[in-house]
């Protein structure tokens, strides 16, 4: 659990296994890199969010056997890609009701907005802590 994702490698599912390492490393990064405290913790459920993701993958796959990442249907795929971004990408991937052209446009969109999403953490975060501490010495 200390690396999301490892156990997809064993399983036979390297590309979800690389998938989720990189969000971790992307969210460990901004860790490193972020200021905020209010971005740091705003990582931090994001992490939970892709343990807890991984998880209820893992549990899916020994309930179902291997094939169930194949035979979602699209509403399934699209729904989770807008709700949870790029933890939804392999699931997007590995189904074969979407062409390759949609999964290239799917995936350039969700990458996309994700990239948009840290990028307004990690600014908001700062923004969030000036004003925070704006509000204590006007108050104190």
Not at 7 to 35: D, H, Q
Not at 38 to 57: A, R
Not at 81 to 92: D, E, H, M, R, V
């Amino acid at each position: 659990m200390l690396v999301p994702g490892i156990g997809f490698w064993y399983l036979g599912f390297p590309r979800k296994a690389v998938a989720v390492f990189l969000l971790v490393v992307g969210i460990a990064l901004s860790l490193i890199y972020s200021k905020s405290l209010i971005s740091m913790i705003m990582m931090g459920v994001l992490y939970l969010f892709v343990v807890i993701s991984t998880l209820t993958d893992t549990i899916k796959f020994f309930r179902q056997g291997p094939d169930f990442f194949r035979h979602e249907r699209k509403a399934k795929i699209v729904f989770l890609l807008l709700c949870i971004g790029p933890f939804a990408l392999p699931s997007l991937w590995q189904n074969k009701k979407f062409s390759r052209k949609e999964k290239i446009i799917w995936s350039v969109l969700v990458i996309g907005i994700a990239w948009l999403f840290f990028i307004a953490v990690a600014l908001g975060g700062d923004v969030m802590d000036s004003w925070l501490q704006i509000s204590q010495t006007m108050f104190s």
